[in-house]
């Protein structure tokens, strides 16, 4: 027997090892062997087997097997869509998909010491009536190991009550009352008082669409369409409950990591240690403890991002895509440029599992697919509880004496309406979608605007460091070095408002979230938490807080600036901005206190932001889906983006030119370029791109094509070029 085997880099290519007669009964695609490739030990997943092989020469044997690295089947064929799907080398998905298989140590777990009674020797209730014959300390302990019997408690967890233990404990070692044992240490594990999934109460509505989900099981996908705040993550758990008492695992999807802990709260309120968190931000000494509990063949509830749609799981029965229009779930920076949500659809088909997508403002291509009856469609169209949408107004900023872009404004009538709510010990969130200070215009005879020099970006002056940033590469400049000319500060961000708000409101308390002050999970849950305690007044902060936040005690939104983002010459720019708006609107009154946001625009009468504040949602999407149609963007046609990077923009256009010859005949009528991206230069690499918007009877034909010409090396191999492969792109800049 022969296999076929690929390793974790990007190589099109496959390599053929002979099977061992003792390994034949263990052999199946996706099995993780170790081999010998170029001198060298190495991993690598079986992608076939045959009784056969064309090649000639002499084969290396599979060294052995990995028993304990257990890839399901339904997710091996999901890994091998994926390659086809985003015309991405096999072994290259498995380097993306399943990198912590490629970490060493993964699977190591520490030791610590634990005790437990001695009940060989002494029975439970002897420790019982003979308590009173202990030091007070020693009972400390013999009531805790009695209570937690027959299990053992790590030696660490009694230094919270008795800093001096190791004496004491030394003493009933010695008098052999107690024994001492090796503990498994385990991150994962984390004491929680588990509510009955009974007390959740389901509306009328919630409960006829959780029967219609769950009664139409594994025959196409659902979508739940619901207002925000109509109690979504209601149906999600009880779903999961049913589904998880079947032994089955579920997997629940977020589109940032931060939204991921607050869900993972959530669930684990109703299912204990039973659910794990996946994001690329865990530790990896926690990724290991999740990876030993789900390689057991047992089911468990997964919360996670991106990412977790590649968590190998025991009989997944359920996967639920939270947000689902967030573009957070598309990877677009490497290939496989996979969209998890896509994949999610693709996984659920390949485990006969039930998938449910949910958002308040639905991507359009989920839109159109329910109303095209592709996924099934139910609807909620009033929040959960006693709770109500909140009242919208309009705030014409042209109207404003001192009105300008370059800097910050709050309308009288704004003012007011937050110091009301702060006097009703209510909490005020305020989004402006722009971060750092101010960009710096140098008023010279150039009067240049200040770029990054290895992109084509706007620098950012941030303040607080007294830098100039690039949001794109992170690349710091001194702003000294233009501090002493004739600037102007041009528009301003969040730290600039911040200090405004801090002068306009000096009694109130504020917090600011934002990639730089919440630059890590373990700073936006400290942030959240302390928002959350009431401790403080307002919570000013970029789109980051614009999604999946549920504070009661909220009542008051304000979005700055709603024309942020208007102008982006992108496709999804419109769609970005209604859900955007539409979604910070959401996180207002929600619970029995009524909510209001107030909008600030210099575009009142603009279509998008009328329809976002109206909630005029069909209006939108019927208008973007004829918008699309006409230029043949998706849902109507696919989207692949190829994009070319290198040093030098002779190099770039010239092997985009290369490609694109080898494309325009076969794909004359559908594509587009070479062309300089909007954003001609990242990272110091200057960018040109070919767009192809494939009609839906060509796919088939376009991925078959792309997958010939990517074969070819000379074509794609090159010291001086970068190529990314970008199907089902969500932005063409």
């Known amino acids: 027997m022969y296999a076929k085997i690929c390793f974790p880099f990007s190589l099109d290519q496959t390599f053929t090892y002979e099977v ?13 062997v170790n081999v010998l490739f170029k001198k060298r030990r190495c991993i690598g997943f079986i992608v076939s087997t045959s009784f056969s092989t064309n090649f000639t020469g002499r084969l290396n044997k599979i060294l052995s097997i990995n028993k304990n690295t257990c890839i399901p089947n339904e997710l091996w064929k999901t890994l091998e869509w994926s390659s086809q799907y985003y015309i991405t080398p096999i072994g290259k998905v498995t380097q993306i998909a399943l990198s912590w298989i490629f970490k060493k140590n993964i699977s190591q777990k520490k030791q610590i010491k634990s005790i437990a009674l001695n009940t060989k020797d002494y029975s439970i209730d002897y420790f019982s009536q003979h308590l009173n014959t202990f030091t007070s300390n020693q009972q400390t302990i013999i009531k805790a190991l009695i209570k937690n019997y027959p299990n053992s408690i790590a030696l660490i967890d009694f230094k919270k009550i008795l800093p001096s233990i190791y004496s004491t404990y030394k003493k009933l070692i010695q008098n052999n009352f107690i024994i001492e044992n090796l503990l498994m240490l385990d991150s994962t594990n984390n004491n929680v008082e588990i509510k009955s999934i009974d007390t959740l109460q389901l509306t009328k509505t919630q409960n006829t669409i959780y029967s219609n989900i769950y009664s139409k099981y594994n025959t196409k996908p659902h979508f739940l369409y619901g207002v925000t705040g109509s109690g979504k993550t209601e149906i999600y758990l009880k779903l999961t409950h049913d589904i998880y008492k079947k032994n089955k695992s579920c997997l629940i999807l977020v589109p940032e990591i931060f939204l991921s802990s607050q869900i993972f709260e959530r669930f684990k309120q109703y299912f204990g240690e039973q659910v794990l968190l996946w994001h690329s931000q865990a530790p990896d000494a926690y990724k290991r403890d999740v990876w030993a509990k789900i390689n057991q063949n047992q089911p468990y509830i997964i919360v996670g991002a991106r990412s ?37 659809i693709v996984r659920a088909k390949f485990s006969n599992a039930l998938v449910l997508l949910g958002s308040a403002t639905p991507s359009l291509e989920t839109y159109y697919n329910a109303i095209i009856d592709k996924y099934y469609l139910h609807q909620i169209k009033e929040r959960y509880g006693k709770a109500t949408l909140p009242t919208v107004k309009l705030i014409d900023i042209n ?48 009067d240049k605007i200040l770029k990054c020099d290895s ?66 999970i373990n700073k936006q849950n400290k942030i959240l938490n302390q928002f959350k305690s009431e401790n403080y007044n307002i919570l000013l902060g970029t789109q980051m807080i614009a999604k999946g936040l549920d504070i009661s005690n909220i009542t008051l939104v304000v979005v700055v600036n709603a024309d942020i983002g208007m102008m982006i010459p992108d496709f999804k720019s419109h769609e970005k901005l209604f859900q955007l708006i539409h979604q910070v609107i959401g996180r207002s009154g929600r619970s029995n206190k009524k909510g209001t946001a107030i909008i600030q625009t210099a575009q009142p009468n603009n279509p998008i932001i009328q329809m976002a504040t109206n909630y005029d949602s069909k209006q939108f999407y019927n208008l973007q889906l004829e918008s699309r149609k006409a230029l043949n963007y998706p849902p109507f046609a696919r989207l692949l983006r190829i994009i070319f990077q290198s040093k030098s923009e002779l190099v770039c256009k010239r092997h985009a030119t290369k490609f694109f010859n080898l494309l325009k005949n076969d794909f004359k009528n559908f594509i587009i370029g070479p062309l300089a991206c909007p954003i001609e230069k990242m990272f110091n690499y200057s960018r040109y791109h070919i767009i192809i918007k494939i ?10 094509k792309m997958h010939t010409i990517t074969k070819n090396k000379n074509i794609i191999t090159s010291k001086n070029i970068k190529i990314l492969i970008d199907m089902d792109s969500n932005s063409t800049l």
Do not use: W
């Open 20 to 32: 061992p007669s003792k390994f034949k009964p263990y052999v199946n695609p996706g099995t993780l």
């Open 455 to 520: 992109c084509d970006i706007i620098l950012t002056f941030h303040a607080s460091s007294n830098t100039l940033i690039c949001h794109n590469c992170n690349y710091q400049y001194s702003f000294d070095s233009i501090s002493n000319q004739n600037i102007q500060y041009l528009g301003y961000g969040t730290e600039q408002l911040e200090f405004f708000l801090t002068e306009l409101f000096p009694k109130h308390s504020i917090l600011r979230m934002d990639s730089d002050s919440a630059s890590s």
């Open 695 to 704: 009609p839906v009877n060509k796919l088939k034909y376009v991925i078959n």
């Open 308 to 344: 977790a749609i590649f968590v190998p799981l025991y009989k997944l029965g359920l996967i639920i895509v939270d947000e689902e229009h967030d573009s957070s779930y598309k990877e677009s920076e490497r290939q496989p440029c996979y969209n998890a949500r896509d994949l999610a």
């Open 399 to 446: 109207k404003e004496q001192h009105f300008s872009f370059n800097q910050p404004i709050l309308n009288n009538y704004v003012i007011d309406k937050i110091n009301q709510t702060i006097l009703k010990k209510e909490q005020v969130l305020i989004l402006h979608n722009k971060r750092g200070y101010s960009s710096i215009k140098v008023c010279n005879e150039s």
